[in-house]
Each structure stands twice: as structure tokens, then as C-alpha cells.
């Protein structure tokens, strides 16, 4: 049986993280459920803590600080793979997505995809609830990632997906820099440079109806920075290939 870790980053989600761990337990019976929480200030890790003597297998991780999503999720890979398991799952807190898709997306890495998306941007996805600037900045975004990167994939910001743990270990990906959405940006390019198999599923995003967003103008900023640089860095080491070769042949 595929041994599988669905991961969930938590601050103030105490409305939300007793359902969304039955609801995934419900889709993936067997799996274990892993909550990073951040230092709520709700009783989030209580009430994720107390469901392991009703649904079983779920764990707690209480950090001291509010040091964010990709080191949540980061923290999260290194306790998987020390623990062996097979599959390491993202899922949001907040129910926008939906866990009756995680047999899907654990199905297709266990049958060889390196990464599983959730997507939104492809047929059959879709996003319901958003404002008209926030998708239009959403979906700007993925296309001006692809772009600059050069990756073919729909939505390399989703936060809906599924890696094989032997993949996140060989590519180091708990070493990766970033810590906010710009984390899922990193991990799909690492993987996409490395040559990984990377299959994209269609979900449908809800927004959330408990709590409070954790997006801020600091993410997109972060984003902006940090995807510009890598695809300047790319055209330069590009530039120094072709100009080494052409050295090359002249010298030959």
C-alpha cells in the first residue's frame, strides 16, 4: 500500500481544520495527515491534536512563528521522508480545495508522475468566487511565469498537489529558498529543469468562506522578484553557452 503524507499549513484556521481533515480521510482513507501550524492564536493545533483520537494518524507540528508557507511545507518534506513515506501531498486549510480530488492527484504519482497539480487552468478547472482583479492577477501571473521560465504548465501557483517522495529527495526540494506562494513556483521549476514527469489534474477552486486570506502585496512581490531573477539567470547562462561554443569551433 502507498505509504501517503497529506500536508497542511495552518494560522487561524479553526473554523475550517476539523473538516477539511475529516473530508480527507473520508477521500484517503489510510493516508496520514501532518498540520504545520504557525502559531495560531485560535485553537487550530488543539482541534487538529484532538482528532487524532477520532479519525487517527493525524499529527501536530507547533512552531513558534509565523515563518511561512513554502518553510511550512519544507518542514513538512523533511518529516516525511524521515518517516518514509511514499507520497507528500499540499492541500490548503481553508476548504478552497477540494479533497475528494486527492485520489486522483495520489493516483497518478503513484503511478509515475514525479508531480501532480491541481490545476485551474485547464479544461475542466475553474475558480469560483474570486473578484475579477484577483483572477485576472492570478492567471496574468501563471502565464508571465511560464513565459519568463519557459515552463509548459498551466498553474504553477496552485497549492493543490501531490509529489513522490523519492523525487522531492533527489531534487532537494527541502532546500529550496522561498516562503510564500513563490515556494510552488520554485519546486514545479526545479522539477521542470531536472526533467521530472509533471502531470496537471483540473480542479475547481472555491474561495474560502472561514477565516481570512493569507495573501498580501509581500507575496506577489516576492513572486515578482524572485521568477524575474531566475529567467534573467537562465538568459544569461544561455548566452554564456553559446558564446562558449562558438569559442570553441574557432578554436578547433
Not at 509581500?218 to 513572486?223: G, H, L, N
Request: proline fraction near 3%.
Amino acid at each position: 500500500m502507498t505509504k501517503t503524507l497529506v500536508c497542511i499549513p495552518t494560522h487561524n484556521e479553526a473554523g475550517n481544520i476539523a473538516i477539511v481533515i475529516q473530508r480527507i480521510h473520508r477521500a484517503l482513507p489510510h493516508a496520514d495527515v501532518l498540520v504545520i501550524d504557525d502559531i495560531s492564536t485560535d485553537a487550530t493545533p488543539d482541534l487538529a491534536e484532538q482528532l487524532h483520537g477520532i479519525e487517527g494518524n493525524v499529527f501536530v507540528i507547533r512552531r513558534q512563528s509565523k515563518d511561512g508557507l513554502g518553510n511550512a511545507y519544507r518542514t513538512a518534506f523533511a518529516w516525511g521522508l524521515e518517516r518514509q513515506y511514499d507520497i507528500l501531498v499540499e492541500i490548503d486549510a481553508d476548504l478552497s480545495h477540494d479533497p475528494a480530488v486527492l485520489p486522483e492527484l495520489v493516483s497518478a504519482a503513484t503511478l509515475g508522475a514525479d508531480l501532480a497539480i491541481g490545476s485551474r487552468y485547464i479544461p475542466g478547472g475553474g475558480i469560483i468566487g474570486w473578484p475579477r482583479k484577483r483572477l485576472f492577477l492570478s492567471r496574468w501571473g501563471n502565464r508571465y511565469v511560464a513565459l519568463v521560465l519557459g515552463l509548459a504548465i498551466n498553474d504553477a501557483t496552485s497549492g493543490f498537489r501531490a509529489f513522490r517522495a523519492d523525487t522531492v529527495n533527489r531534487l532537494g526540494l527541502t532546500k529550496t529558498k522561498s516562503d510564500g506562494y513563490t515556494f510552488q513556483i520554485e519546486t514545479t521549476y526545479t522539477l521542470v529543469r531536472a526533467g521530472a514527469r509533471i502531470v496537471e489534474i483540473p480542479i475547481v477552486f472555491r474561495e474560502r468562506t472561514t477565516g481570512s486570506s493569507k495573501m498580501n502585496q509581500s507575496i506577489v512581490t516576492e513572486a515578482l522578484w524572485r521568477v524575474t531573477r531566475w529567467g534573467l539567470r537562465d538568459v544569461v547562462k544561455r548566452k554564456r553557452v553559446v558564446v562558449t561554443n562558438i569559442a570553441s569551433q574557432d578554436t578547433a
